[in-house]
């Protein structure tokens, strides 16, 4: 069966945007490889096209795809992803972001709150990313939500998954307010409710390696796929976009972790569709 994408923005309310970008990895590169590979995923015969939840990803009106920006050439990056998602959320779409590694999320909430009066966010992460700075780049992969929270672009950041806390990103935390809950005290029933347009930020390190190795910074005791599946589903809130980062195809050669973020995006773009 032939799994052709719809690239007619006016037939998809969600869309997905590839957002080739590794530059501010601290580690390794590799992550810019990685849109591709979870599209591969999605559509191809691997598995198919419906969600969990009962929808067919080829139905009218479900998804559609905006392609890689081009971002080789790009002189400022971080404002070209900031525009691409703010022209879709302007067409009425739900961004879906591929990363790439986790710098992107800032330019992209920086798009959302634009438009967002009230905006909450759900981290998914072994790492809570709030260095003031790391290695001298304020702009790291391992920074983003600092940025995020010290310029108030949302209301509410909440952390899952938290597994590599430091005494100084413990520090931030406290001071920005963000509600951490870390891998130690998880639990099946959080029963996570936001009574705002919420975001969600998908760091495929959230999950334990066993589930997704192919990510720069594996981290032990993580969260399983299903943990993750679950979280999305039994979220109380309206999902208005999300992004999954940190894919590493040179360190995924079973292709597994690009699997599990293509399952992760066809239940994301099944509750974006859940008022
Ligand atoms: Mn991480
Ligand atoms: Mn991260």
Redesign the pocket.
């Known amino acids: 069966m032939s799994n052709d994408l719809p690239t007619d923005a006016s037939r998809g309310a969600t869309t997905i945007i590839g957002v080739p970008f590794d530059r501010n990895s601290s580690y390794m590169r590799g992550t810019a490889m990685a849109p591709p590979r979870i599209r591969e995923a999605l559509l191809g015969p691997v598995s198919n096209v419906w969600t969990e939840t009962g929808i067919s990803l080829l139905q009218d009106g479900v998804f559609c795809d905006a392609g890689d920006l081009d971002l080789e050439s790009a002189e400022d990056p971080f404002g070209a992803i900031e525009e691409a998602v703010g022209d879709a959320l302007d067409k009425g779409l739900v961004p879906v972001c591929l990363g790439g590694d ?1 710098s992107i999320t800032y330019p992209i909430i920086k798009a959302f709150r634009e438009r967002y009066e009230r905006l909450s966010l759900l981290q998914i ?3 809570p ?1 709030l260095y003031d700075e790391f290695d001298g780049n304020r702009m790291s ?2 920074c983003p939500f600092a940025r995020i929270m010290e310029e108030g672009l949302v209301d509410r950041l909440v952390q899952v ?1 938290i597994r ?1 806390m430091t005494g100084h990103q413990s520090e931030q935390a406290a001071k920005f307010g963000v509600e951490v809950i870390e891998m130690k005290d998880h639990s099946d029933t959080l029963g996570l409710s936001f009574d705002s347009p919420v975001y969600i930020s998908c ?4 999950l334990d390696p066993a589930f997704a190795p192919g ?1 720069s ?1 594996p ?1 032990p005791g993580g969260l399983s796929t299903r943990q993750v599946l679950s979280l999305i589903q039994t979220l109380q809130g309206q999902l208005v976009g999300a992004d999954i ?2 894919l590493n195809p040179a360190r995924d050669p079973s292709g597994i972790t690009a699997i599990v973020a293509a399952k992760i995006l066809k239940e994301l773009i099944a509750k974006s569709r859940q008022a």
């Open positions: 986790h992460d072994a790492h990313d992969h391992a998954g590599a760091d495929l390190d959230g990510v910074h981290e980062v940190e």
